[in-house]
């Protein structure tokens, strides 16, 4: 996630903006270095432990997936809140694309921060009034693309090694691309980083792979949400009265509902997956796709690269700098290819998405 804290602009609200300085500088304020930390023998032992996953997890972003360290995540700071933001997306009652909320300088962008849980909720009741789906989740971290160091947060320290690095390796990826205006790219770019660096971190490090059932488990649940945005779509399109669009809407979703519950029967610890598919909204099924739904295509361009990190970068940064609709078919054809291979190596796989059907 990017957090725009940029000078103030006409169409964006002194509220704002003051909210997002203050937040920003506070947790600047408060940062301690993390090699400090590590030789403090004051500093707790699993914190120190975790600090010491920091550091090695720049080293690698660093030395092998060439990104702009620099001193980003140099530096802990521990917040006075469990997290750092909370973000607002809204999506109108008939669509899946979300608002837009422009800054100078960092462009147009899919989500709204806010340190205050309070400013949020407000800010959250509002669009409702206006007839907006709305999302409203807390965000353990985020990017200022460079224009501050970024430090390590409370918010999330403690996560897991290899869910630290996944962390690390996107935010830092939004400080070596970034593409004003074009949430999805940036997220998508982002998340597909991640995705192609851990494998070897965890090879290097030792650690286990996920558990396919797990794997399994999140690709089912996507699976169900895509289906879903398909059908929502073609509802939404359609030239049916309004209410009739909205008996609709509400079927599709309670369908969606009654899907995941039918294929998440047995599983374990599936809680991240029942709490998103009970709140799911135009909102939630408009934040995962730009965080997803270009993923692939990206890591078809890291392969037509030749697994290059320095070449794909450069690749990336070609195709963002293209007009966005040709960008955008440029990302779609890289999307089809990578559909196909996927398709050629692994042979059929089991559908989630056939429950959804049901909802036609």
Not at 229 to 238: G, P, V, W
Not at 278 to 303: C, D, G, H, I, W
Request: hydrophobic content about 40%; proline content about 4%; some cysteine.
């Amino acid at each position: 996630m990017i957090v725009a804290l940029l000078p103030l602009g006409g169409c964006e609200t002194v509220q704002f903006y003051s909210q997002a300085a203050t937040g920003q500088l506070k947790i600047l304020a408060g940062r301690k270095s993390i090699d400090r930390l590590v030789v403090d023998e004051q500093t707790d032992a699993k914190l120190r432990q975790q600090l010491e996953w920091v550091r090695a997890i720049r080293a690698y972003a660093a030395g092998e997936l060439h990104l702009p360290v620099g001193s980003a995540y140099s530096a802990f700071t521990q917040l006075e809140d469990e997290y750092a933001l909370w973000n607002l997306v809204a999506a109108p009652e008939f669509s899946l694309s979300p608002k837009k909320w422009c800054y100078p300088i960092a462009g147009c962008a899919s989500y709204r921060g806010y340190f205050a849980k309070a400013d949020a909720q407000f800010h959250a009741g509002r669009l409702r009034a206006e007839g907006y789906d709305v999302y409203l989740g807390p965000v353990p971290a985020y990017s200022t693309l460079g224009w501050f160091d970024d430090p390590v947060l409370s918010s999330f320290v403690n996560w897991k090694p290899d869910r630290l690095a996944s962390l690390l390796f996107h935010e830092l990826a939004h400080r070596r691309v970034y593409i004003a205006g074009d949430t999805r790219f940036n997220e998508s770019f982002a998340t597909a980083v991640s995705r192609i660096a851990l494998p070897d971190w965890r090879r290097r490090n030792g650690l286990p792979a996920p558990q396919v059932a797990s794997v399994e488990q999140a690709r089912r649940v996507n699976g169900l949400m895509v289906a879903a945005r398909k059908q929502l779509q073609a509802i939404y399109q359609s030239d049916q009265p309004v209410a009739e669009k909205r008996v609709r809407k509400a079927q599709t979703l309670q369908q969606l509902r009654r899907c995941y519950r039918e294929v998440s029967t047995g599983w374990v610890q599936d809680e991240k997956f029942s709490r998103m598919i009970e709140k799911t909204n135009n909102a939630t099924l408009a934040l995962v796709s730009e965080y997803q739904s270009q993923v692939p295509a990206f890591v078809q361009l890291y392969k037509d690269s030749g697994r290059d990190w320095e070449a794909f970068y450069t690749a990336v940064e070609r195709l963002g700098a293209l007009p966005k609709a040709e960008r955008k078919a440029r990302l779609e054809a890289l999307n089809t290819r990578a559909q196909a291979s996927s398709k050629k190596v692994t042979g059929p796989s089991l559908h989630s998405d056939t429950c959804m059907s049901a909802a036609n």
